[in-house]
């Protein structure tokens, strides 16, 4: 593991963030909400109950979307906790509710409150009253705040910057699951996690934008009518794969490495960490990322741009793979993670590397990484060291999937 001190680091870093600088003078506040439940949710369908979900947003600078739950009038959520640094004094917080209904293109609103004194709030014994279109009454909504003044370590984070918790969600997708074949179970999985203060390891005046000399790009981003079809194209492929849904969906909090480890790269059958090779970037709130392969249909899956949602810029991209920390013939021991700024796409500069190691030691410490600018020689050999990795996995899971399916049931 790096001898690298995470708040060494963040100290320095922090020091060098002035995008954002904010004078002594100014309101700085830090907040910590926590949404609890809602009564008296309409039916929006027939048959059943709402499934409610919400977006809270602060000041339409930063947004928090809830988890959906199912079939219910009085939802409520256990563990949804957003905590944000660095608000001003007057800033307001707006919650919208909707109905999920996979079955459609766009969610049914239910309608959303306001919360106009954040600093100084105190919570409602009935909650806040929900009202929807035509100014109708839907329900009651529960939350607590907890504000204080911002630190001398959080005043000189940007504004409203995200400091957890990192929650993680995974869609499935089984159309694509069929197309690309990467697992017996034909399912494609794509990855959402949010991180804590990126803005402070990747400063937006550093923001990587599309490459001008790669001909793919330029046909996505370019001034033409085919640009502005692919966008729109690679935006409804972006919401296919990552929007959430009823079903098909998986939330969880990563507390630390072992969280991420075991909640994210393990194999839902085997629970063995999976060999593979992730395409990801890095945008202002998160980190995506999907598995890619030498397939056509999962390599264009796990493209950079679909991942960014056809957006001119990202924070960072690249690809990663897990590896074993003392080699492949060692795989119960420790792990470890290996990035590049491999994107064709995006070409991120290489010595943001260690910003990219940095944010993510921040969030998960102990996790082990390791770096390559993507023309390294040492990349190229834990690569081809994977792929051999990759195809001994691929037949001991087929194995079991074999004794999964042919074993008698045990009465």
């Given at each position: 593991m790096s001898s690298y001190s995470i708040s060494s680091g963040l100290k320095d870093t922090l020091i060098e963030t002035t995008f954002f600088a904010l004078d002594d003078s100014q309101s700085n506040y830090d907040v910590i909400i926590q949404f609890h439940s809602a009564e008296d949710i309409p039916k929006m369908d027939v048959f059943g109950h709402a499934d409610p979900y919400f977006i809270a947003k602060i000041d339409d600078q930063i947004s928090f979307t809830s988890t959906i739950l199912s079939n219910t009038a009085t939802p409520k959520w256990d563990d949804e906790k957003w905590i944000v640094r660095n608000i001003p004094l007057n800033a307001i917080l707006t919650v919208k509710i909707y109905d999920k209904d996979d079955a459609k293109l766009f969610d049914d609103y239910i309608g959303k409150f306001e919360v106009l004194n954040l600093i100084n709030y105190h919570a409602s014994i009935t909650g806040h009253k929900v009202i929807g279109p035509f100014n109708r009454y839907h329900g009651f909504f529960h939350l607590s705040i907890q504000s204080m003044e911002s630190s001398e370590e959080t005043k000189h984070l940007p504004r409203y910057t995200f400091d957890g918790p990192c929650r993680y969600s995974r869609h499935d997708s089984f159309a694509v699951g069929c197309l690309t074949m990467l697992n017996p179970d034909c399912i494609y999985s794509t990855w959402k996690i949010q991180i804590r203060r990126i803005s402070v390891f990747f400063k937006p005046q550093e923001r990587q934008y599309w490459n001008r000399k790669y001909k793919v790009a330029q046909m996505i981003f370019g001034n033409c009518l085919l640009?502005?079809?692919?966008?729109?194209?690679?935006?409804?492929?972006?919401?296919?794969?990552?929007?959430?849904?009823?079903?098909?969906?998986?939330?969880?909090?990563?507390?630390?490495?072992?969280?991420?480890?075991?909640?994210?790269?393990?194999?839902?059958?085997?629970?063995?960490?999976?060999?593979?090779?992730?395409?990801?970037?890095?945008?202002?709130?998160?980190w995506r990322f999907s598995e890619t392969d030498a397939q056509v249909f999962a390599d264009v899956a796990s493209?950079?741009?679909?991942?960014?949602?056809?957006?001119?810029?990202?924070?960072?991209?690249?690809?990663?793979?897990?590896?074993?920390?003392?080699?492949?013939?060692?795989?119960?021991?420790?792990?470890?993670?290996?990035?590049?700024?491999?994107?064709?796409?995006?070409?991120?500069?290489?010595?943001?590397?260690?910003?990219?190691?940095?944010?993510?030691?921040?969030?998960?410490?102990?996790?082990?990484?390791?770096?390559?600018?993507?023309?390294?020689?040492k990349l190229k050999e834990s690569v081809t060291e994977l792929k051999h990795a990759i195809e001994k996995y691929k037949n001991s899971t087929t194995a079991i999937q074999h004794l999964v399916l042919t074993c008698p049931c045990v009465p």
């Open positions: 640009s502005l079809a692919s966008q729109s194209t690679l935006k409804l492929a972006h919401k296919v794969l990552y929007s959430r849904t009823l079903k098909h969906n998986e939330n969880g909090q990563l507390n630390n490495a072992d969280d991420l480890w075991k909640f994210v790269f393990s194999d839902r059958t085997t629970k063995r960490i999976k060999p593979c090779i992730y395409t990801y970037v890095i945008d202002d709130n998160t493209k950079h741009a679909l991942l960014a949602n056809a957006s001119e810029y990202v924070r960072y991209a690249g690809q990663f793979h897990p590896r074993p920390k003392y080699g492949w013939n060692n795989c119960d021991d420790e792990w470890e993670l290996v990035f590049d700024n491999e994107s064709g796409t995006y070409a991120p500069n290489a010595y943001l590397l260690i910003n990219l190691k940095n944010l993510l030691l921040f969030n998960f410490p102990g996790l082990n990484i390791v770096t390559y600018e993507y023309k390294d020689p």
